[in-house]
Protein backbone atom coordinates (compact mmCIF):
# COMPACT_ATOMS: atom_id res chain seq x y z
CA UNK A 1 0.00 0.00 0.00
CA UNK A 2 3.05 2.37 0.82
CA UNK A 3 4.01 2.31 -2.84
CA UNK A 4 1.06 2.87 -4.08
CA UNK A 5 0.84 6.31 -2.21
CA UNK A 6 4.65 6.94 -3.23
CA UNK A 7 3.97 6.29 -7.02
CA UNK A 8 1.00 8.98 -6.46
CA UNK A 9 3.11 11.44 -5.29
CA UNK A 10 5.27 10.91 -7.85
CA UNK A 11 3.32 11.42 -10.33
CA UNK A 12 1.87 14.05 -8.67
CA UNK A 13 5.65 16.12 -8.15
CA UNK A 14 6.32 15.53 -11.09
CA UNK A 15 3.15 17.02 -12.92
CA UNK A 16 3.24 19.86 -10.38
CA UNK A 17 7.21 20.84 -10.66
CA UNK A 18 8.68 19.36 -13.98
CA UNK A 19 8.78 23.25 -15.14
CA UNK A 20 11.06 24.52 -11.72
CA UNK A 21 12.47 20.77 -10.92
CA UNK A 22 14.84 18.61 -12.78
CA UNK A 23 14.30 15.06 -12.02
CA UNK A 24 17.39 14.68 -9.82
CA UNK A 25 14.95 17.56 -7.74
CA UNK A 26 17.10 20.48 -8.59
CA UNK A 27 15.82 23.96 -8.61
CA UNK A 28 15.41 25.04 -12.55
CA UNK A 29 15.99 28.69 -11.84
CA UNK A 30 18.75 30.10 -9.69
CA UNK A 31 19.44 31.83 -6.03
CA UNK A 32 17.87 35.67 -7.04
CA UNK A 33 14.76 33.36 -8.14
CA UNK A 34 12.64 34.70 -4.74
CA UNK A 35 9.48 35.49 -6.89
CA UNK A 36 9.40 31.91 -8.37
CA UNK A 37 10.70 29.90 -4.54
CA UNK A 38 8.12 32.13 -2.83
CA UNK A 39 5.43 31.13 -5.29
CA UNK A 40 6.34 27.36 -5.89
CA UNK A 41 6.30 26.80 -1.92
CA UNK A 42 2.54 28.37 -1.56
CA UNK A 43 0.99 25.26 -3.93
CA UNK A 44 3.79 22.49 -1.82
CA UNK A 45 1.90 19.96 0.47
CA UNK A 46 5.69 19.25 1.35
CA UNK A 47 6.69 22.92 2.56
CA UNK A 48 7.74 23.13 5.94
CA UNK A 49 9.70 26.16 7.91
CA UNK A 50 12.91 25.53 8.59
CA UNK A 51 14.64 26.81 11.37
CA UNK A 52 14.95 30.42 11.84
CA UNK A 53 18.65 30.74 11.68
CA UNK A 54 18.03 28.99 8.69
CA UNK A 55 16.41 31.48 6.71
CA UNK A 56 17.27 33.34 3.93
CA UNK A 57 14.07 35.17 2.08
CA UNK A 58 12.14 37.76 3.66
CA UNK A 59 8.70 36.13 2.73
CA UNK A 60 8.61 33.50 5.44
CA UNK A 61 6.77 30.98 2.73
CA UNK A 62 9.42 30.02 -0.23
CA UNK A 63 11.61 27.50 -1.08
CA UNK A 64 14.30 29.35 -0.20
CA UNK A 65 13.19 28.62 3.82
CA UNK A 66 11.81 25.46 3.47
CA UNK A 67 13.53 22.82 5.77
CA UNK A 68 13.72 20.45 2.92
CA UNK A 69 15.89 22.25 0.43
CA UNK A 70 19.67 21.93 0.38
CA UNK A 71 22.42 24.28 -1.03
CA UNK A 72 23.81 23.58 -4.12
CA UNK A 73 26.65 25.95 -6.12
CA UNK A 74 23.53 27.30 -8.60
CA UNK A 75 20.71 26.82 -6.41
CA UNK A 76 19.34 24.35 -4.53
CA UNK A 77 17.58 20.66 -4.07
CA UNK A 78 14.64 19.73 -2.82
CA UNK A 79 14.75 16.53 -0.67
CA UNK A 80 11.35 15.68 -1.12
CA UNK A 81 11.07 16.05 -5.00
CA UNK A 82 14.76 13.80 -5.10
CA UNK A 83 13.45 11.20 -2.17
CA UNK A 84 10.44 10.56 -4.65
Known sequence: M??????????????FNMNYFNLKGEFKGNREDYHLAEEIS????????????EL???????????RYRR??????TCKKIEGI
Open 71 to 76: WSPASF
Open 56 to 66: VSDEEISCFNC
Open 2 to 15: GNMYKAADKIILEE
Open 42 to 53: KKCKYFKLDDED
